[in-house]
């Protein structure tokens, strides 16, 4: 390889150095641009977070400046996240547990108001089935009178019941 050569790839690699360079510059400025861009909204939305944070009494008045602190850092918002995420669930698990309980105690109360009312009407042979005319065979055909009307005969027939 001659010296002219050498020179020529060195310089085509340097400028493919540079290429390269510039190209990871670029990325990296457009991550910091879309970085700052997600930190302005986080910021602008702290306030009204912070706001609503303590007029739902998750945080107390005493503790508003370090919450402030807290919601400027993604970490310690995670942190304050998670602990209103515990203390709703913990908070749905009383109501869910109180309206179980209502409902419980809500059964005793109709169970209690229904017994008091009355006492069921007992099963007389005649609510519950007919009798063929000779009263020998108990069936549910038709209505609850007694003996076959015509239009109980298609019916017993099919099924082999005597009439």
Known sequence: MTEQELNDRIQKNALHLVEVASQGFENALDQIAIHQLAQQKAASLAPSILQTMLEGGLIPVKDKEAAAAMLGSHAETMSLLKNACDDLAAANALIKKAGL???EE???LKTKQA????????ETPTSTKSSNQNGDM??????????????????????????
């Open 106 to 108: 809500d059964k005793k």
């Open 138 to 163: 108990p069936y549910l055909i038709g209505s609850r009178g007694d003996g076959n009307r015509a239009s109980d005969l298609p019916l017993l027939n099919l099924a082999n019941i005597p009439h």
């Open 101 to 103: 309980e209502k409902d």
């Open 115 to 122: 017994s008091e009312i009355g006492s069921p009407v007992p």
